[in-house]
């Protein structure tokens, strides 16, 4: 069993940044691969970034690749999002999730998930 717990969303202006951070309790997080979605309202949830358990592979979506950075702490049992040059599109509730399997990007394949946090880009 995880249980995950999503934080730092907030309201910040078009071309700024925020770092998500996502704490897992249990003692096997470090089993898991981790990934972040979000869902905008009226929208479905979609995939932005995934992270191995190891933290040596990951992968985003294509419309944060160069923005978003994807990484994690196994020691600290806490996954992160850092989001660079924010869009008003970036605009929505976060959730991560986590897999026992491999890296994945649909939300069907996550076992656990947080409660999400709101992120708000105002132009």
């Known amino acids: 069993q995880v249980q995950l717990v999503e934080s730092g969303g907030g309201l910040v202006q078009a071309g700024g940044s925020l770092r998500l951070s996502c704490a897992a309790s249990?003692?096997?997080?470090?089993?898991?691969?981790m990934g972040w979605f979000r869902q905008a309202p009226g929208k479905e949830r979609e995939f932005v970034a995934a992270?191995?358990?190891?933290?040596?592979?990951?992968y985003y979506a294509d419309s944060v690749k160069g923005r978003f950075t994807i990484s994690r702490d196994n020691a600290k049992n806490t996954v992160y999002l850092q989001m660079n040059s924010l869009k008003p599109e970036d605009t929505a509730v976060y959730y991560c999730a986590a897999v026992l399997a491999g890296m994945a990007r649909r939300p069907s394949e996550y076992d656990y998930w947080g409660q999400g946090t709101q992120v708000t880009v105002s132009s």
């Open positions: 249990g003692r096997t997080f470090s089993s898991y691969a």
């Open positions: 992270i191995s358990w190891s933290g040596g592979n990951t």
